[in-house]
């Protein structure tokens, strides 16, 4: 299809992210025709997809349409679509509606949660990347209560009621704090056959702490919160089979296996396909997860016009630490990108790009977070403040945030969690999968 | 599987609508063991389905979970299974999690949309009963739009860019008007090279007027409020074919044809097969779209301990007209259910069933609506004022109300629609289904 204005530098961008849409934003000023390009009409708050698996939130309260973002600025349009191929030689993406050219190209399409290997594994162990996936989550969350609730048989109820997170960075352990908190207290009083307080929640994390990347002090405060909330941390702990009905791993040496029939996947990253293919077109470097390594000012080598972004990059500080696939990276760097281009067309040159870490944060429920901002480690209630006004700063439009605002407010006083709703998917499990004698 | 309390007199409610719930509440005081049954988690206001099919509300605000409602009703548990036969001789149901015996049984199974014979039309005209087809509508409308924007052929654009409702029922009448805002104000600057606003919204009704059940004066301002909001309403057109892209009507003796992706179904119910089970098992008469017919107590014939009501029951008033499918009529057949078996219980006799209608009415756009409340008759914004209290008065739980409010007032003011979330569903059809050659 044709690119309306052509004659005017053309930035494609793909993927409509942080990344993305940061760098989309940013070209608002800049003499260019802009077109985003995403598989989905959205753009999605990624940070909060385990609220929505969770039942606390709305997939709409973390999505808002791109189109709606980005209807002010004049030279963009967005194309819902997806990019199959980069002809890197003729500047040209092939798409699902057709070829488009570009003289730039921004590449910001993200990952995927990895299986390391054992991509068979994802049909017992869902992880959370998209809406979809979140709503998958909740369905099989809520299904399990309502099959130990259903069921006679003692053994089959307890696997029902065994929760198993594999991995325990921010979305592990914000997805066990908030399954705590759906057991011990949001279904209070749900069901007349089962506890669902009975419920075992375990946490499994490959390396010695929770939050690996956090402080240790910030790690054992989340784990003494995530503890408060009923949840069994096992650290050094490496899965090493994933099945519909129990989980193994390997644990000071001997190899161990829960029964369960919910693992929920919040371990492992792998790049997009498009990374491969990028890196094949262009000879330049992939990391061990298939992360595209870039120049310091986020080019491949040797192609000024090809640049890549968010968690697709690989990207190293100052330290020659690479830094980590989280949203204020990806926005920095999607801005950054913006200047870059600016900077080009005006024949300036730009200074490398440099990452402004503002900390992290990670919720482990009710009242309950750890923060390392750099200048300040909070943790408890004043963490769970700042983690609540700063997630609530970056969603995207007013109306959302009004919206969660308020949804979290009644969450709060409550301990409710109003979207708990199953719902179909493709093949209409929504009945328990579970068939129990009379 | 076993029933609690099983010395006590036990009543098994089928469905969770709104009969079904409002005889589970109604049974409150009553002393018998309630189980309720349903294939869903949760309780559907369904009059509201057309704003999620619209982007106006999420899944979430027009549900709430059954377990939630009923929580502290302590007579009552909540199963989440779907009921596949009844065995009337030995006073037991079959469900997906095994037989279930009962004293009273209360079939609340509800209708689904009929296609007069040909269902292989639903795969092009999805109906609007369940939060999936909701989801479904939603994707489809907003694809439309979506590959509108990415074809350059004319014709095909003109074809996403044709929607056609059939029916002018309340559904048909609110999913058209709500289209005409979606269209005319909504997407407004929302895409580049196509306006929403030309965008050809058809609404086919079969009848002589649209909302044929209500006053004909009624019929004429709601037909004049669809105009306003560029609604195309030809009366007197009987659909004779679907096909992914066209549709074909019979009108003034003629067959004409319109060419469109989109055609959306708000006709015709046909009674749930667990209705055709009943008859077969007991003798009962069924009458032409497959509704029960019931005793003025709302028993089957010789036999007392079977209730049938909502959708699913054909029930005349004192004037022999059948009762039309809405919502105030389960209600209160629910709550008379209760009372008989209450009555039955304490060896009381039961005046039968009396329908007191309060109204009738249906919205089509923002601040225009027509109400028939037996003593008045309202249009326009006092119509619509009071559709929407009366909406938000039944919906159920103050926190879905609360929020449903302030995502309406925010639609009011901005006329945007923040759920335009275009998600998969079982194949992943998230991509525009079009092709365009480049």
């Known amino acids: 299809m044709t690119v309306p204005n052509s004659h005017a530098h053309r930035v494609l961008i793909l993927g409509g992210g942080f990344g993305g849409l940061a760098a989309a934003q940013a070209l608002r000023r800049v003499p260019v025709q802009v077109t985003l390009l995403d598989r989905r009409n959205f753009h ?47 500047r040209a993406v092939v798409t699902s509606v057709g070829r488009l050219t570009y003289d730039t190209l921004i590449v910001a399409v993200g990952v995927r949660h990895s299986y390391f290997g054992h991509d068979d594994w994802e049909a017992f162990a869902p992880g959370l990347k998209t809406l979809e996936d979140a709503t998958t989550m909740r369905r099989r969350i809520l299904q399990a209560f309502e099959a130990a609730e259903a069921t006679d048989d003692v053994a089959v109820r307890r696997a029902w009621l065994t929760f198993v997170v594999v991995g325990a960075g921010p979305t592990g352990v914000e997805l066990a704090g908030a399954l705590g908190e759906l057991a011990h207290h949001t279904l209070r009083g749900d069901f007349r056959r089962i506890d669902p307080a009975s419920a075992r929640i375990v946490l499994l994390e490959g390396t010695e702490r929770v939050l690996p990347a956090y402080p240790p002090d910030l790690s054992a405060k989340a784990q003494r919160a995530l503890a408060r909330l009923g949840v069994e941390v096992l650290t050094g702990a490496k899965v090493t089979w994933v099945a519909p009905d129990h989980v193994c791993f390997e644990r000071g040496g001997a190899t161990q296996t829960l029964i369960t029939r919910t693992v929920l996947w919040g371990a492992g990253v792998q790049a997009s396909p498009l990374g491969r293919l990028l890196a094949e077109r262009t000879g330049a470097e992939l990391d061990r997860v298939g992360r595209v390594v870039v120049e310091p000012n986020l080019t491949l080598k040797g192609h000024p016009e090809l640049l890549v972004i968010g968690d697709l990059a690989h990207c190293r500080d100052r330290e020659g630490r690479p830094l980590p696939g989280v949203a204020p990276v990806a ?41 390392d901002l750099g200048w300040v480690r909070l943790s408890g209630y004043p963490a769970w403040l700042a983690w609540l006004f700063i997630h609530l700063a970056f969603l995207i439009g007013f109306h959302n945030r009004l919206l969660v605002m308020i949804q979290w407010a009644w969450c709060y006083v409550t301990r409710n969690r109003a979207a708990r709703l199953i719902t179909k998917e493709g093949t209409g499990a929504c009945a328990p999968p579970q068939e129990v004698k009379p």
Do not use: K
């Open 331 to 371: 926005m920095q760097q999607g801005r950054y990108v913006a200047r870059w281009i600016a900077d080009r067309l005006a024949g300036r040159s730009t200074p490398p790009f440099a990452y402004h870490d503002r900390g992290s944060m990670a919720t482990i429920g009710r009242g309950a977070a750890v923060a």
């Open 44 to 90: 999605l708050f990624q940070p909060l997809l385990y609220q929505v698996a969770t039942g606390g939130l709305s997939p709409a309260n973390i999505a808002a349409p791109l189109r709606s973002i980005l209807r002010r600025q004049r030279n963009i349009q967005v194309l819902l679509a997806e990019a199959t191929d980069i002809d890197v030689a003729e």
